[in-house]
């Protein structure tokens, strides 16, 4: 069967990670595209990646600049993997040459951008899928399992507590600081909010409070010092031609109440400009029991607790999931199909959860299988972080409905009306 024809677009940092994680699928003999074009505005990224592509691949991708010059290329799918930004223009774009697409997250850069994709690809015979990668680590698939078990019972609250100790470093590059580009709060949050949907269900409500503490951001390399770290060492090269130090536009922590449409409650922070000691929990507490989950993408295990027995955090926490399976392509990338644990570098782990990706999207495109991140999860995981700085704004409650269907957008419209949309 022939492959189906790939062009990456968008060649940055996470275009390159994107390939390095189609080149894992390739290894591990699973891969179902031929990465034909590597589309950039920004020849010089573009050819970056099509040189490491013919190192990978065994066959150098053509180099264009724009979305169009792919159609005579004989593209059939694009991986979007430009900044947020463009990704709702590009998307449409996409579906209007009848391109299947895999959009990083955010799908889009407000919850419009989202729904524009949306209507735009409203009964189109077009796979569009969200390149959302934690809730495919294979220990979330675990805790997912267990609960789906009823191992913990009817879960009731969930804790997630997640603040970084780097100050005023950079996080990675400048946009993910820039209110119109992509916050961290969004380009972060939105991992958080797929997963306390995928565990929890739909979120119903919010409650926050928002914070900009750290307005001058450091970036180390720009100034000449050691790189920081980040989840490629490509982003170095980035980096390095960014400035020392800047303005930071977006809020970088939040503090909030989780309603569940369950009946489940969920206390969030998201804080990227802590000092000290950071702090990482994610806990799942239910009627007959809870769950400690380790740090997305780090392999370590869960440990269990249940009144009238004793903790487990080790292998026999298979035993109360016997049916438990992890889909083909995870469990050869990763070396099993019944994890409680795994141990690569993060880079390597990093990998093969875009290999993952990459596969569930092929899946898609050969009419296997319905992929799993949709347009809709993608956008609501948007509005889920939307409603955490919409409630910020608004000093209120706010629903996730009236954030979904736009009725609420003060904090979006500027990043809308600088868009145009």
Same mark, same amino acid.
Request: proline fraction near 4%.
């Given at each position: 069967?022939?492959?189906? /024809?790939?062009?990456?677009?968008?060649?940055?940092?996470?275009?390159?990670?994107?390939?390095?994680?189609?080149?894992?699928?390739?290894?591990?003999?699973?891969?179902?595209?031929?990465?034909?074009?590597?589309?950039?505005?920004?020849?010089?990224?573009?050819?970056s990646?099509?040189?490491?592509?013919?190192?990978?691949?065994?066959?150098?991708?053509?180099?264009?600049?724009?979305?169009?010059?792919l159609?005579?290329?004989?593209?059939?799918?694009?991986?979007?993997?430009? +900044? /947020?930004?463009?990704?709702?223009?590009?998307?449409?774009?996409?579906?209007?040459?009848?391109?299947?697409?895999?959009?990083?997250?955010?799908?889009?850069?407000?919850?419009?951008?989202?729904?524009?994709?949306?209507?735009?690809?409203t009964?189109?015979q077009?796979v569009?899928s969200?390149?959302?990668?934690?809730r495919?680590?294979?220990?979330?698939?675990?805790?997912?399992?267990?609960?789906?078990?009823?191992?913990?019972?009817?879960?009731?609250?969930?804790?997630?507590?997640?603040v970084?100790?780097?100050?005023?470093?950079?996080?990675?590059?400048?946009?993910?600081?820039?209110?119109?580009?992509?916050?961290?709060?969004?380009?972060?949050g939105?991992?958080?909010?797929?997963?306390?949907?995928?565990?929890?269900?739909?979120?119903?409500?919010?409650?926050?409070? +928002?914070?900009?503490?750290?307005?001058?951001?450091?970036? /180390?390399?720009?100034?000449?010092? +050691?790189?920081?770290?980040?989840?490629?060492?490509?982003y170095?090269?980035?980096?390095?031609?960014?400035?020392?130090?800047?303005?930071? &536009?977006?809020?970088?922590?939040?503090?909030? &109440?989780?309603?569940?449409?369950?009946?489940?409650?969920?206390?969030?922070?998201?804080?990227?400009?802590?000092?000290?000691?950071?702090?990482?929990?994610?806990?799942?507490?239910?009627?007959?029991g809870?769950?400690?989950?380790?740090?997305?993408?780090?392999?370590?295990?869960?440990?269990?607790?249940?009144?009238?027995?004793?903790?487990?955090?080790?292998?026999?926490?298979?035993?109360?999931?016997?049916?438990f399976?992890?889909?083909?392509?995870?469990?050869?990338?990763?070396?099993?199909?019944?994890?409680?644990?795994?141990?690569?570098?993060?880079?390597?782990?990093?990998?093969?959860?875009?290999?993952?990706?990459?596969?569930?999207?092929?899946?898609?495109?050969?009419?296997?299988? /319905?992929?799993?991140?949709?347009?809709?999860q993608?956008?609501?995981?948007?509005?889920?972080?939307?409603?955490?700085?919409?409630?910020?704004?608004?000093?209120?409650?706010? +629903?996730?409905?009236?954030?979904?269907?736009?009725?609420?957008?003060?904090?979006?419209?500027?990043i809308?009306?600088?868009?145009?949309?």
């Open positions: 069967m022939s492959k189906i /024809p790939l062009a990456i677009v968008g060649c940055g940092g996470m275009g390159h990670r994107h390939m390095y994680g189609l080149a894992e699928l390739h290894r591990a003999g699973l891969n179902q595209f031929d990465l034909i074009g590597a589309c950039d505005p920004v020849l010089e990224n573009a050819e990646l099509a040189d490491q592509a013919a190192e990978y691949f065994g066959k150098r991708p053509t180099v264009v600049a724009k979305m169009d010059d159609v005579a290329l004989g593209v059939k799918a694009v991986d979007i993997t430009t +900044t /947020p930004r463009f990704h709702h223009s590009l998307a449409v774009q996409s579906v209007h040459n009848g391109f299947h697409a895999m959009i990083e997250k955010p799908v889009g850069l407000t919850v419009r951008a989202g729904n524009i994709i949306r209507k735009a690809a009964e189109k077009l569009m969200v390149a959302e990668n934690y495919r680590d294979p220990i979330n698939r675990l805790a997912k399992a267990l609960i789906k078990a009823g191992i913990i019972g009817e879960p009731r609250f969930m804790l997630h507590s997640s970084g100790a780097q100050g005023n470093q950079m996080l990675i590059s400048v946009w993910r600081h820039q209110k119109d580009q992509s916050g961290v709060l969004l380009d972060v939105v991992h958080f909010a797929d997963i306390m949907e995928y565990f929890m269900g739909e979120i119903k409500s919010i409650y926050a409070q +928002t914070r900009l503490y750290e307005k001058i951001r450091h970036n /180390p390399a720009g100034a000449g010092e +050691t790189p920081q770290s980040a989840p490629n060492q490509i170095a090269k980035f980096q390095r031609k960014m400035p020392a130090d800047f303005e930071a &536009t977006a809020e970088d922590a939040c503090y909030a &109440t989780v309603n569940f449409s369950s009946g489940a409650v969920g206390q969030y922070i998201e804080n990227h400009a802590g000092h000290g000691k950071g702090i990482w929990c994610r806990e799942i507490h239910g009627s007959q809870s769950m400690d989950m380790p740090n997305d993408r780090s392999g370590h295990h869960l440990v269990l607790h249940r009144r009238g027995h004793e903790k487990i955090d080790d292998g026999r926490i298979l035993d109360l999931v016997p049916d399976r992890l889909d083909p392509a995870t469990a050869t990338l990763f070396g099993g199909d019944r994890l409680w644990k795994y141990e690569f570098p993060f880079e390597q782990i990093d990998r093969k959860l875009i290999a993952v990706e990459y596969d569930d999207f092929a899946r898609g495109i050969l009419g296997e299988r /319905p992929v799993e991140v949709d347009l809709y993608g956008t609501r995981s948007v509005a889920v972080s939307y409603a955490i700085l919409e409630s910020g704004v608004a000093g209120r409650l706010v +629903t996730l409905d009236e954030v979904l269907n736009e009725e609420l957008d003060e904090y979006q419209r500027e809308n009306d600088s868009m145009d949309i």
